[in-house]
């Protein structure tokens, strides 16, 4: 099993950036495609974006496409998400998560962190 912790969030304007965390220990996450997801107060949770185990293909959701960019590195075991040009409909709780499909596009996750918050103000 592997367990995820994010980290990165907080209070941010909006035009502005974060980068969220996410570090992995249990096992190596070289062997999972990986993915961040958020989820906003009466929304359901929505994946935002997803790399492939190699991390030589990417997916994201449109709304974020050219704002945010999902990347990992497998020798430190950590995943990342770079925010730019938040808006405040970003605002939610962010997760990533492990696959244990090797796509970019997560369809089956099965070990989640406890999350981050990121608010945006406008």
């Known amino acids: 099993q592997v367990q995820l912790v994010e980290s990165g969030g907080g209070l941010v304007q909006a035009g502005g950036s974060l980068r969220l965390s996410c570090a992995a220990s249990g096992r190596t996450l070289s062997s999972y495609a990986m993915g961040w997801f958020r989820q906003a107060p009466g929304k359901e949770r929505e994946l935002v974006a997803g790399?492939?185990?190699?991390?030589?293909?990417?997916f994201y959701v449109d709304s974020v496409k050219g704002r945010f960019t999902i990347s990992r590195d497998n020798a430190k075991n950590m995943v990342y998400l770079q925010m730019n040009s938040l808006k405040p409909e970003d605002t939610a709780v962010y997760y990533c998560?492990?696959?244990?499909?090797?796509?970019?596009?997560?369809?089956?996750?099965?070990?989640w962190g406890q999350g981050t918050q990121v608010t945006v103000s406008s």
């Open positions: 790399i492939s185990w190699s991390g030589g293909n990417t």
């Open positions: 998560a492990a696959d244990r499909n090797h796509g970019a596009y997560i369809t089956t996750p099965f070990s």
